[in-house]
T-cell receptor, first 111, second 115 residues
Framework: GQQVMQIPQYQHVQEGEDFTTYCNSSTTLSNIQWYKQRPGGHPVFLIQLVKSGEVKKQKRLTFQFGEAKKNSSLHITATQTTDVGTYFC???????????FGKGTKLTVNP | DADVTQTPRNRITKTGKRIMLECSQTKGHDRMYWYRQDPGLGLRLIYYSFDVKDINKGEISDGYSVSRQAQAKFSLSLESAIPNQTALYFCATGDSGPTYYNEQFFGPGTRLTVL
């Protein structure tokens, strides 16, 4: 079945450093969504990318969808302690009605 | 009030017991989902429903069943709980827009422990 691989599994940074998590699929994705789960919380939708090569920004967060629609990345510039949590990517394959989640990247930020 | 609620929030039970987890939503969404989260494994889809008469198996449906009692209610049952069903369970809802690609709204989760 469809799999979405996400790396790294863990990332520990000093406050102010940048952070990037990567998402890869063996098959072309129809879309990619990104969610954030704070410690003890539930996943919260951040953004969706649909077009090949699409780039979207939300303040310090930059999201990219690859040209082949098989990979995506989330980059956080100058991390803050409020960025702590697990970031998940999730995608659907053409014709599927189901989101497949990556295993997530857990980000910790040292103040 | 929260848009997506789950009850109970925590449950400890014994092997072989029947357990029901309930989910209610006030968002008016047609689509509802049950996911399971295990450390290091992300979120895995158990069952999903696109309307009251539509129930579909997800990635890991064995050992689980669901019931969509109304548009707003979607319950998950473990007929005979086993220890490897110990996990955090999330209900989610989604709108039925012009595409399938709509964001999902998650409930607060139910932490289930099977002894």
């Amino acid at each position: 079945g469809q799999q979405v691989m996400q790396i790294p599994q863990y990332q520990h940074v000093q406050e102010g450093e940048d952070f990037t998590t990567y998402c890869n699929s063996s098959t072309t994705l129809s879309n990619i969504q990104w969610y954030k789960q704070r410690p003890g919380g539930h996943p919260v939708f951040l953004i969706q990318l649909v077009k090949s090569g699409e780039v979207k920004k939300q303040k310090r967060l930059t999201f990219q969808f690859g040209e082949a629609k098989k990979n995506s990345s989330l980059h956080i510039t100058a991390t803050q302690t409020t960025d702590v949590g697990t970031y998940f990517c999730a995608g659907t394959q053409g014709g599927s009605e189901k989101l497949v989640f990556g295993k997530g990247t857990k980000l910790t930020v040292n103040p | 009030d929260a848009d997506v609620t789950q009850t109970p929030r925590n449950r400890i039970t014994k092997t072989g017991k029947r357990i029901m987890l309930e989910c209610s939503q006030t968002k008016g969404h047609d689509r509802m989902y049950w996911y399971r989260q295990d450390p290091g494994l992300g979120l895995r889809l158990i069952y999903y429903s696109f309307d009251v008469k539509d129930i579909n198996k997800g990635e890991i449906s064995d050992g689980y069943s669901v019931s969509r009692q109304a548009q707003a209610k979607f319950s998950l049952s473990l007929e005979s709980a086993i220890p490897n069903q110990t996990a955090l369970y999330f209900c989610a809802t989604g709108d039925s827009g012009p595409t399938y690609y709509n964001e999902q709204f998650f409930g607060p989760g139910t932490r289930l422990t099977v002894l």
